[in-house]
């Protein structure tokens, strides 16, 4: 059976520490794009609060009621919701992204590059361990925005079965050409489809490009964002990556015993 699934970026404007504001934004995108059939919906990186560092150990205190709502709400709508918050455990902070099914809490990924061109690894801790988990809408792979400029970790996540990558960021101008360069680099080099959420406007000193991409396993941008609040959607086709994979073998040739042993 063809397997078929429509995934959505959603991409807004986020307010720089202002909760209440960000959280009723996503719920209505969430609820726009279960209206619009769409089963996997990927929020952008830290959608609760933006980079509001010197609050952060106060605000990612609303962490956990944030997850239950989106927990409920994933059921409720039928989706498969991933996006990062802030999430604090044991002393430290951790730019952590969740992947909700349906309602279940399947997986946690936290962000094992931090920006330090931004600061972020003064102020959060790094993860340590990668995700791959299956889902309803397939076996989904997670990385967050910077994470995009190590090739190494999408390889680990293709070789460990990764159909979606599923991408949540804050990726600011003047960079939009490796954004888009990257990522479809990554769809391409893996044979994977790529949902990509970034967000949008102006935070601080950082202006936020938006273009939120949904990317073929050919490389094709089956979907963009523009540069405000959006939610671009496209649908997946899984035989087509099939399809592709069996053209062009790059999981077969590949040498390890040559470069390498990855998994
Ligand atoms: N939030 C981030 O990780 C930003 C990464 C970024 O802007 C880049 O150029 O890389």
Known sequence: MNRQIRSAAIQFNITLGDVARNRGKAFSALQQA????VQLAVLPEMWSTGYDYRRLVELAKETPAILAEL????ARLGLVVVGSLPESEDGKLYNSATVIDRGELRGRYRKLHLFSTMGEDRFLAAGDSTLVVPTSV????VAICYDLRFPELFRKLALEGAEILCLPAEWPKPRQEHWRTLLRARAIENQQFVVAANCCGIQGKLDFFGMSLLISPWGEVLAE???TDCQPTALFDFEQMTSFRSKIRCFQDRRPEIYGTLP
């Open 71 to 74: 927990q409920e709400t994933a």
């Open 225 to 227: 964002g523009g540069e």
């Open 138 to 141: 397939g076996r989904l792979g």
């Open 34 to 37: 279960a209206d619009d059939g």
